[in-house]
């Protein structure tokens, strides 16, 4: 039988080839699943009972991308947009309610033009954060961008959603350094910064992905670095009291230390729930400087982590993305086949006020019965330029006041299920509640739960109410944006009143038009 879904495959093929684009796939082609799988990186979502496109489209120009996106529409499929396929609840090739959609890939368009003269880039938003760092590190030692550590995470979603990562104390998110971005929006229009609008052009970095329309290209500000960094990974294992006196001690020293410090926690879950138990921790550590002003900065601000010069070693920035990423060598960076594949679980909190060390330590036994090997609580250091910035300033709204992020994650084995993890990591942000951020408890956006509340939209396009934008700003909107939603509802509003651009958390828009 001819269903509804073959109609609209059918509609949008005829229409992607009389605009030229011949690189596409439907699901009855053998290059599909390949296609399709190609950057899930959360195996939740390639399970069988997860609804799948009517068509994965890979454009390499603007041109085919902005056809991408009418034919979709023409073919009255839902849109969803992927870069690096890194969305932690795979909002860019899933729908609500199973909402028949067409997968516009970005894969193909994924070149970098760096301009060492004036310290900018020109990326295209399906460049990876490896393909970048690499162009950057290889057209000069003393350049660098402040991003994300996965190497196969896309530019099109990270920096929508802010952008985190070991150069942030010093020179902010990578939305921070967003110096212009060409977006086709849902009429096929190609704005810039210029014609977008002041809203639009503040919405879209920081705002999340999927909200506003494609970005086809950021264009970005470069940073120095010195031509030689530091960087660490001390462990240290023993009672839960050793454990959680370094956490607690840690959390006046990694938000506090120099801009150019970056020093954060990795708490693993498991290790046993008996009172003698031991428990591991690791600092991870990157100091833009030599290994001498390292050692007696952190010598002088945190002796209890005991740091031996055996455990921090010099190094290019370029090649300390590789190490950070998990990689070989620098080379490895634009590989986006080397990204791992897991059934996971994320959540993430804000901490503004210091947790007390009996606190801290109930914490570090709470983590020591969660699933071993199979979890982790990650602590990043704010402070520096991340407090510089007005909370107004980008949608991202946790700067100054916010001492550290934490992230959860729980991964599990497909036959082990996600039952337990999950449950078990649910009960764990509960047991946080009384020791982080409150009205609201904030959450970063890059890090997306669902469990925060979700938009339900059941139609690809239309579809929104005020009593949507008023659950929107209760629950997740109030988390990720803070007091920054309103203007972002104002932003949607503008460039996309019809919500053709909509996910599970996507911004509504005030009136459905
Ligand atoms: P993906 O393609 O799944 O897109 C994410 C969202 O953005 C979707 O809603 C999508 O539709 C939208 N989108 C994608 N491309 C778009 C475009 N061109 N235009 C408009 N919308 C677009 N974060 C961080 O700040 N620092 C870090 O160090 C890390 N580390 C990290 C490691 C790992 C293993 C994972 C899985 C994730 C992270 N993250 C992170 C979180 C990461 O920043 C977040 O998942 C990003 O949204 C991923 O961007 P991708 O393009 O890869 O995802």
């Known amino acids: 039988a001819v269903g509804a879904g073959d109609d609209a495959a059918r509609n949008l093929s005829s229409c992607l080839t009389s605009h030229g684009v011949t690189t596409f796939s439907l699901p009855s082609s053998p290059t599909y699943a390949a296609l399709l799988n190609s950057s899930i990186r959360n195996l939740r979502f390639a399970l069988p009972g997860v609804g799948k496109p009517a068509a994965v489209v890979l454009p390499s120009s603007k041109h085919g991308l902005r056809a991408a996106v009418l034919c979709a529409r023409a073919a009255a499929l839902a849109v969803r947009v992927r870069s690096g396929g890194h969305s932690y609840e795979g909002l860019s090739y899933t729908t609500e309610n199973r909402v028949p959609f067409a997968v516009i890939d970005l894969a193909g368009l994924s070149r970098v033009r760096v301009d060492g003269g004036s310290a900018t880039a020109w990326a295209e938003a399906g460049a990876t954060l490896g393909e970048l760092y690499h162009a950057v590190g290889t057209s000069s030692r003393t350049l660098a961008f402040p991003a994300g550590s996965c190497s196969t995470i896309g530019l099109g979603g990270i920096v929508s959603g802010g952008?985190?990562?070991?150069?942030?104390?010093?020179?902010?998110?990578?939305?921070?350094?967003?110096?212009?971005?060409?977006?086709?929006?849902?009429?096929?229009?190609?704005?810039?910064?210029?014609?977008?609008g002041d809203d639009v052009f503040w919405a879209i970095r920081g705002g999340g992905g999927g909200s506003w329309g494609v970005v086809y290209a950021w264009k970005l500000r470069l940073v120095p670095v010195p031509d030689t960094i530091t960087v660490f990974t001390a462990s240290r294992t023993g009672p839960v009291e050793l454990v959680a006196g370094l956490v607690h001690r840690w959390q006046f020293v990694g938000p506090n230390l120099p801009d150019d410090f970056y020093l954060s926690v990795y708490l693993p879950t498991g290790g046993g729930s008996s009172p003698d138990s031991n428990v591991s921790v690791s600092f991870t550590g990157q100091v833009l400087g030599p290994k001498r002003r390292a050692m007696a900065a952190l010598r002088r601000s945190f002796p209890e982590l005991g740091l031996a010069a055996s455990e921090l070693a010099e190094t290019s920035w370029l090649d300390a993305t590789a190490q950070f990423a998990g990689l070989a060598t620098a080379a490895d960076l634009p590989d986006r086949r080397l990204g791992s594949k897991q059934y996971s679980k994320g959540k993430s909190d804000y901490v503004r006020s210091p947790i007390p060390l009996h606190t801290m330590a109930g914490i570090v036994r709470y983590l020591a019965t969660g699933p071993p090997e199979g979890g982790c609580v990650i602590l990043d250091p704010y402070g520096g330029a991340m407090a510089r910035v007005g909370s107004g300033a980008t949608p991202f709204p946790h700067r100054a006041g916010t001492l550290y992020g934490v992230q959860y994650q729980v991964y599990w084995d497909e036959d082990a299920g996600e039952a337990a993890p999950v449950g078990w990591l649910r009960s764990l942000h509960s047991f946080m509640a009384p020791h982080v951020s409150r009205a609201p408890r904030g959450a970063y956006v890059n890090y997306l739960d669902l469990d925060l509340g979700v938009n339900d939209w059941t139609v690809a396009a239309g579809g929104s109410s005020e009593a949507a934008v008023a659950r929107a700003r209760a629950s997740w909107g109030a988390a990720y944006f803070g007091d920054n939603f309103d203007r972002l509802v104002r932003a949607k509003t503008a460039v996309d009143p019809g919500n053709v651009f909509n996910n599970a958390q996507s911004i509504p828009p005030l009136v459905n038009v």
Do not use: E, Q, W
Request: charged letters at 20%; glycine letters at 12%.
């Open 163 to 196: 952008g985190f990562g070991l150069l942030s104390r010093k020179h902010g998110l990578a939305a921070d350094n967003v110096l212009d971005a060409v977006l086709i929006d849902p009429s096929g229009n190609i704005l810039t910064r210029d014609t977008m």
